[in-house]
T-cell receptor
């Protein structure tokens, strides 16, 4: 299993540009999510999905869109990039365990908006 | 406001020495507490998960403890190795009745040196 994969690993955008961060998992997990990690702050939830066709907002959803057409893929779209969106973005998938759940993170995409 | 605070922010130790990282939280109602290891440029990887009824959990040289009464957790690393150099993140799960919400600490950056 490749686990959770993300592309690209690095990206530089100009203010106002749009782009899509790709995320895929091959573990057949229903739950997937996107986080951003900024210096001096804990990871913050952007959007999440509990299954194909179902998405919902997290803590910091403004400026981002998601869709979930398949179990495997959960892309994150930046509609009009702003310098405040400079961050490291992590995609994660989750599986249920006997008592709780286990969360698996991708390697991250480092985005710089100039 | 639900918070997770970790200390120290950073730590440098010699290879072979032990160390203890601290996590204090105010999240309520508490569901479970997790410790993650995040290598530079990588996504977080789960080390331990503890529910409110557990007060210790080990994973090799890593031992996590939990005092749900004082809302404190610690991660003890025994006989440190260079590969332990990473950020260690404490994550507390709040169960709202319909979903789990994760609150991430900002992490402790550990450097193990020769």
């Amino acid at each position: 299993n490749a686990g959770v994969t993300q592309t690209p690993k690095f990206q530089v955008l100009k203010t106002g540009q749009s782009m899509t961060l790709q995320c895929a998992q091959d573990m057949n997990h229903e739950y997937m999510s996107w986080y951003r990690q900024d210096p001096g702050m804990g990871l913050r939830l952007i959007h999440y999905s509990v299954g194909a066709g179902i998405t919902d907002q997290g803590e910091v959803p403004n400026g981002y869109n998601v869709s979930r057409s398949t179990t495997e893929d959960f892309p994150l779209r930046l509609l009009s990039a702003a310098p405040s969106q400079t961050s490291v973005y992590f995609c994660a998938s989750r599986k249920r365990t006997e008592t709780s759940y286990e969360q698996y993170f991708g390697p991250g995409t480092r985005l710089t908006v100039t | 406001k639900n918070q997770v605070e970790q200390s120290p922010q950073s730590l440098i130790i010699l290879e072979g020495k032990n160390c203890t990282l601290q996590c204090n939280y105010t999240v309520s109602p508490f569901s479970n507490l997790r410790w993650y290891k995040q290598d530079t440029g990588r996504g977080p990887v789960s080390l331990t998960i503890m529910t409110f009824s557990e007060n210790t959990k080990s994973n090799g040289r890593y031992t996590a403890t939990l005092d749900a009464d004082t809302k404190q957790s610690s991660l003890h690393i025994t006989a440190s190795q260079l590969s332990d150099s990473a950020s260690y993140i404490c994550v507390v799960s709040l169960y709202t009745g319909t979903a789990s919400k994760l609150t991430f600490g900002t992490g402790t950056r550990l450097q193990v040196t020769l």
